[in-house]
């Protein structure tokens, strides 16, 4: 079965940079676009990013443009999100999520990691 | 942006009611639209995809219907472990957007 195991949350304060990694199993993960949707706390979820299967192509919520990057390693199976300049509005629970294919139809989703911004 | 406005809010409901969930698009989706159930502290389940398509393992009390700029989640005979949050999301253009939520309570 699909199994995707988020890992990198922690406290960091304001402006500095965190790396969150998405280990994924049970599946192609050569052939699914991947995600990170986040859930600040007691709110709704908002997506962050999307990378395509060959890593080529990627798209960025307007809220993390020019400070998040999303990266895959397909000889690892695992997806990564490296946060940089992060506010305290980043504060969040990180979920990774497959894509169906390269659909924006998220059909399998981690656990998701906490990250919180914080002096 | 897609502006994604699910209504109710949330909902309060007893065991074997129906109740419907509806969502609203800021232009028209077709019929990219998923919806979503999450329970606290755990990971949204995908219920249903492109608007009406049952994922596999979902029980069939669960239904979605509608295409364009309207679409709508209806569960029949509420079971104890429905009781959660509902979003919709779009799926037609990025930057991919989701509605607030529905709470659905007993």
């Known amino acids: 079965q699909v199994r995707l195991v988020e890992s990198g949350g922690g406290v960091v304060q304001p402006g500095k940079s965190l790396r969150l990694s998405c280990a994924a199993s049970g599946f192609d993960f050569n052939s699914n676009g991947m995600h990170w949707v986040r859930q600040a706390p007691g709110k709704g979820l908002e997506w962050v990013s999307i990378v395509s299967s060959d890593g080529r192509n990627k798209h960025y919520a307007d809220s993390v443009k020019g400070r998040f990057i999303i990266s895959r390693d397909n000889s690892k199976n695992t997806v990564y999100l490296q946060m940089n300049s992060l506010r305290p509005e980043d504060t969040a629970v990180y979920f990774c999520?497959?894509?169906?294919?390269?659909?924006?139809?998220?059909?399998?989703w981690g656990q998701g990691t906490l990250v919180t911004v914080s002096a | 942006d897609i502006q994604m406005t699910q209504s109710p809010s949330s909902v309060s409901a007893s065991i074997g009611d129906r109740v419907t969930i509806t969502c609203r698009a800021s232009q028209g989706l077709d019929s990219w639209l998923a919806w979503y159930q999450q329970k606290p502290g755990k990971a949204p389940k995908l219920l249903i995809s492109?608007?009406?398509s049952l994922q596999s393992g979902v029980p069939s009390r669960f239904s979605g219907s509608g295409s364009g700029t309207d679409f709508s989640l209806t569960i029949t005979s509420l079971q104890p472990e429905d009781f959660a949050t509902y979003f919709c999301?779009?799926?037609?253009?990025?930057?991919?957007?989701f509605g607030q939520g529905t709470r659905l309570e007993i």
């Open positions: 492109t608007a009406s």
């Open positions: 999520a497959k894509d169906e294919g390269y659909s924006g139809i998220l059909d399998n």
């Open positions: 999301q779009q799926a037609h253009t990025f930057p991919i957007t």
